[in-house]
């Protein structure tokens, strides 16, 4: 009979149990040290601006009434507006302020609060619209003349007389003078094959052209001879005059002064009619202080007229019956190209044959 060493039995019977209850309970481990993370600072606000609320509009001619308050009620002496280079003082907790510069679109100021022996700056996230009911127009067709079907048109304007066209597309973009009645060139330049050509317009005796997205414009002679290239920021749409100032628009709400001279950025505006900015602003043409403006959109053929002083849209031009859409459809055949001259205005379309001569009727 073989004999069974109770020593070795007896040890086995006691770890199976003892593993048995590990796995069920858990065995006790190594205590694991805990590193508590360190929080960045905070600057902590003590003061809360009541109103206007954060993303508040207002019509453009509103007096807004600005209250702060400390969250422990301490007494705010004052308070210190900033905005376009200016500011105001105010005392106490709350004022009433009407901006000088009367502009739609989001305001840049700033609030400071002086409370014992301390200040804290508050940046205020408002909005003006358009206070304005735009004025509707509709228009009479007074003359017709020929225009090349296969110029996909970016700038329109007259420089002496003379019609003046700026193309796009990459391989096939022009600065071109045209005669107005018979349509023939006078002259044309091609611009290099990696450049879309964009909107044109003429200061003095020079023509400038820019580009959509090489932020690269042209200056040329009144003979086109390129005589000057210049960089800015941001994608070119449409180019037209003010003064003594270049107006530029990039696809979006946002119209910008430029300096003709060097194409510096001078300032800049934001469209808005009465709820909404204007995106999609594009070709564009000054009569007086008015910036009349295509968008590019299918959806409506319509010319938006822009107060230049203030970013309001005061006139709204539906053009629609003027090109057959049954024919020309889609967004490569839209409203692209608004001419003035001699008190009278013209519009066309990209690769569209022919350009319009019309009068203004108001419908409103």
Same mark, same amino acid.
């Given at each position: 009979m =073989?004999?069974v060493?109770?020593?070795?039995?007896?040890?086995?019977?006691?770890?199976?149990? &003892?593993?048995?209850?590990c796995?069920?309970?858990?065995?006790?481990?190594?205590?694991?040290?805990?590193?508590?993370?360190?929080?960045?600072?905070?600057?902590?606000?003590?003061?809360?601006?009541?109103?206007?609320? =954060?993303?508040?509009?207002?019509?453009?001619?509103?007096?807004?009434?600005f209250?702060?308050?400390?969250?422990?009620?301490?007494?705010?002496?004052?308070?210190?507006?900033?905005?376009?280079?200016r500011? !105001?003082?105010? !005392?106490?907790?709350? &004022?009433?302020?009407?901006?000088?510069?009367?502009?739609?679109?989001?305001?840049?100021?700033?609030?400071? *609060?002086? &409370?014992?022996?301390k =200040?804290?700056?508050?940046?205020?996230? #408002?909005?003006?619209?358009?206070?304005?009911?735009?004025?509707?127009? $509709?228009?009479?067709?007074?003359?017709?003349?020929?225009?090349?079907?296969k110029?996909?048109?970016?700038?329109?304007?007259?420089?002496?007389?003379?019609?003046?066209e700026?193309?796009g597309?990459?391989?096939?973009?022009?600065?071109? !003078?045209?005669? @107005?009645?018979?349509?023939?060139?006078?002259?044309?330049?091609?611009?290099?094959?990696?450049?879309?050509? +964009?909107?044109?317009?003429?200061?003095?005796?020079?023509?400038?052209?820019?580009?959509?997205?090489?932020?690269? *414009? &042209?200056?040329?002679?009144?003979?086109?001879?390129?005589?000057? $290239?210049?960089?800015?920021?941001?994608?070119?749409?449409?180019?037209?005059?003010?003064g003594?100032t270049?107006?530029?628009?990039?696809?979006?709400e946002?119209? /910008?002064f430029?300096?003709?001279?060097?194409f510096?950025?001078?300032?800049?505006?934001?469209? /808005?009619?009465?709820?909404?900015?204007?995106?999609?602003?594009? +070709?564009?043409?000054?009569?007086?202080?008015?910036?009349?403006?295509?968008?590019?959109?299918?959806?409506?053929?319509?010319?938006?007229?822009?107060?230049l002083?203030?970013?309001?849209?005061?006139?709204?031009?539906?053009?629609?019956? @003027?090109?057959?859409?049954?024919?020309?459809?889609?967004?490569?055949?839209?409203?692209?190209?608004?001419?003035?001259?001699?008190?009278?205005?013209f519009v $066309?379309?990209k690769?569209?044959?022919?350009?319009? +001569? #019309?009068?203004? #009727?108001?419908?409103?």
């Amino acid at each position: 009979m =073989k004999r069974v060493n109770t020593k070795a039995f007896s040890f086995i019977h006691l770890i199976i149990p &003892f593993f048995f209850l590990c796995s069920i309970v858990g065995c006790p481990t190594k205590e694991k040290k805990i590193v508590k993370r360190k929080s960045s600072p905070r600057i902590r606000k003590e003061i809360n601006l009541i109103t206007p609320k =954060k993303g508040s509009i207002f019509p453009l001619d509103s007096i807004i009434l600005f209250n702060l308050e400390h969250k422990k009620n301490h007494l705010i002496d004052s308070i210190r507006l900033e905005g376009d280079g200016r500011y !105001k003082i105010f !005392k106490g907790n709350h &004022f009433e302020w009407q901006p000088e510069r009367h502009r739609t679109g989001n305001t840049q100021i700033s609030i400071t *609060a002086y &409370f014992k022996g301390k =200040k804290e700056k508050i940046y205020p996230k #408002i909005k003006f619209v358009s206070n304005l009911n735009p004025t509707r127009y $509709t228009y009479e067709l007074v003359n017709t003349y020929p225009h090349n079907d296969k110029s996909y048109t970016q700038g329109l304007f007259f420089h002496n007389n003379y019609l003046h066209e700026s193309t796009g597309h990459r391989g096939s973009s022009t600065i071109g !003078k045209y005669d @107005l009645v018979t349509g023939e060139i006078i002259q044309v330049a091609n611009i290099e094959n990696k450049y879309f050509g +964009e909107g044109a317009t003429s200061w003095k005796e020079k023509i400038f052209q820019i580009t959509w997205e090489s932020q690269i *414009a &042209f200056a040329y002679d009144t003979n086109l001879n390129r005589i000057r $290239t210049f960089n800015y920021s941001g994608e070119g749409w449409g180019l037209a005059t003010w003064g003594d100032t270049l107006v530029m628009s990039d696809g979006s709400e946002n119209i /910008y002064f430029l300096n003709p001279e060097d194409f510096s950025q001078i300032d800049r505006l934001q469209v /808005y009619n009465q709820t909404n900015k204007i995106n999609f602003l594009n +070709e564009l043409e000054v009569i007086g202080d008015d910036l009349y403006a295509n968008v590019y959109t299918t959806k409506s053929d319509e010319i938006v007229i822009v107060d230049l002083l203030t970013g309001r849209v005061k006139g709204i031009i539906d053009l629609m019956g @003027l090109i057959d859409r049954s024919k020309y459809q889609g967004i490569d055949h839209v409203l692209n190209g608004i001419a003035f001259n001699q008190n009278k205005l013209f519009v $066309t379309a990209k690769w569209h044959p022919q350009l319009y +001569e #019309i009068s203004l #009727i108001n419908v409103q």
